[in-house]
């Protein structure tokens, strides 16, 4: 069975860093793709950062681009998010969500649960 | 980049009811859409893909339709477990994105 579970969340000062992490099992991690998306606080879902299967292509959204930095550890089953110079709007749960392919058409097919950042000082 | 623009915003119906949520892109995207249900304290669920497939254990009450720049999300009738909120999404270019979202009530 898929699982996705995040971590890393917390509370951190504006200006401050935190590494999200999603460990994954149940699947071949190196054969997908895989996505950060957030969710502010009674608010829509918003897509942050995608990387493919061998780390070549990493886009951002324009929020965090310059900001966040999106990886993975094949051997280690593990998507990361690095985020920097962190502000209350990035205050968000983040989840990590996995890309499958219906030819050429994607979509996120499994989701985990989310881990809660809150930027406050 | 491409938006995406859900309505209504907020709907409530009864058990039974027909219902419809649409979704209109800013530009074509072919059949590049999803369509996402998200209850409340939990993390979203795929319920439709390619615009129209149904997901793997999807009942199907669920169904999608529409191509290019209109699609619609049709629950054909509802369920006292079908509350939450819907998301479309498109996945044709970067930087991806949501619709705002649709708030599903029982009456």
């Known amino acids: 069975e898929v699982h996705l579970v995040e971590s890393g969340g917390g509370l951190v000062k504006p200006g401050g860093s935190l590494r999200l992490s999603c460990a994954a099992s149940g699947f071949t991690f190196s054969d997908y793709s895989m996505n950060w998306v957030r969710q502010a606080p009674g608010k829509g879902l918003e897509w942050v950062s995608s990387i493919d299967r061998t780390s070549n292509f990493r886009p951002y959204a324009d929020s965090v681009r310059g900001r966040f930095t999106i990886s993975r550890d094949n051997a280690e089953n593990s998507l990361y998010l690095q985020m920097n110079s962190l502000s209350a709007e990035d205050t968000a749960v983040y989840y990590c969500?996995?890309?499958?392919?219906?030819?050429?058409?994607?979509?996120?097919?499994?989701w985990g649960q989310g881990t809660l950042v809150t930027v406050s000082s | 980049d491409i938006q995406l623009t859900q309505s209504p915003s907020f709907l409530s119906a009864s058990v039974g009811d027909r219902v419809t949520i649409t979704c209109r892109a800013s530009?074509?995207?072919?059949?590049?859409l999803a369509w996402y249900q998200q209850k409340p304290g939990e993390a979203p669920k795929l319920l439709i893909y390619a615009a129209f497939t149904l997901q793997t254990g999807v009942p199907s009450r669920f169904s999608g339709s529409g191509s290019g720049t209109e699609f619609t999300l049709t629950i054909s009738s509802l369920q006292p477990e079908d509350f939450g909120t819907y998301y479309c999404?498109?996945?044709?270019?970067?930087?991806?994105?949501f619709g705002q979202g649709t708030k599903v009530e029982i009456k």
């Open positions: 999404q498109h996945l044709h270019s970067y930087p991806r994105a």
């Open positions: 530009q074509g995207i072919s059949s590049f």
């Open positions: 969500a996995r890309s499958e392919y219906s030819g050429s058409i994607s979509y996120y097919d499994y």
